[in-house]
């Protein structure tokens, strides 16, 4: 008996951490003079052993990477611009609230939650972000941007990382999506 209940235990913990993870949902592009504006929504599931640290007070940061590429038909796509957008999660335990704040090109101040589910509902909202380009685009060229949502294992606290790069609750990265560029 004791066996099915370990087995039982062995697989919702592995269903647990297979639904942990980031998505890019959705994105949409638009190109405006020398701005690319980013709106959309990112899906963000913490593993177990992060929402403990989280709780613990330990705060997280997320990388938000975009890549805009102007298509071609026979080479390669050209690699126009880069940018790294960063949001941090902190857990208030004084007041229970949940701190959301940007930084860099984002228009989010700080933020804050009740709850961890609404903190990251928060977080993972793109609502137009300007993104200066240094040169308007190419009207006549197809355009694409990729983007990706990560963990920022090195923004964690000196002694945490060798234990976030070893394990892998600590793995989260929805991998890189491609986008069409409107105009």
Request: hydrophobic letters at 50%.
């Amino acid at each position: 008996m004791l066996q099915y209940a370990a087995a039982a235990f062995a697989i919702l913990f592995a269903t647990a951490a297979l639904a942990a993870g980031f998505k890019v949902s959705s994105v949409e592009l638009r190109a405006t003079g020398q701005t690319l504006y980013l709106k959309g929504n990112l899906e963000l599931a913490l593993t177990p052993k992060v929402e403990e640290a989280v709780a613990k007070g330990i705060p997280i940061e997320l990388a938000i990477d975009v890549r805009l590429y102007r298509d071609r038909a026979l080479i390669w796509d050209e690699h126009i611009a880069s940018w790294r957008l960063r949001r941090e999660l902190r857990y208030h335990a004084l007041s229970g609230q949940y701190l959301i704040s940007g930084a860099g090109t984002e228009p989010l101040g700080r933020e804050s939650a009740t709850s961890l589910p609404e903190a990251l509902a928060e977080l993972g909202a793109l609502d137009d972000v300007a993104l200066p380009l240094e040169a308007p685009i190419d009207n006549t060229a197809e355009h694409h941007a990729a983007v990706r949502v990560v963990l920022d294992i090195e923004a964690l606290p000196s002694l945490l990382r060798p234990v976030a790069y070893t394990s892998r609750a600590w793995d989260l990265n929805s991998g890189w999506t491609t986008w069409k560029v409107q105009r």
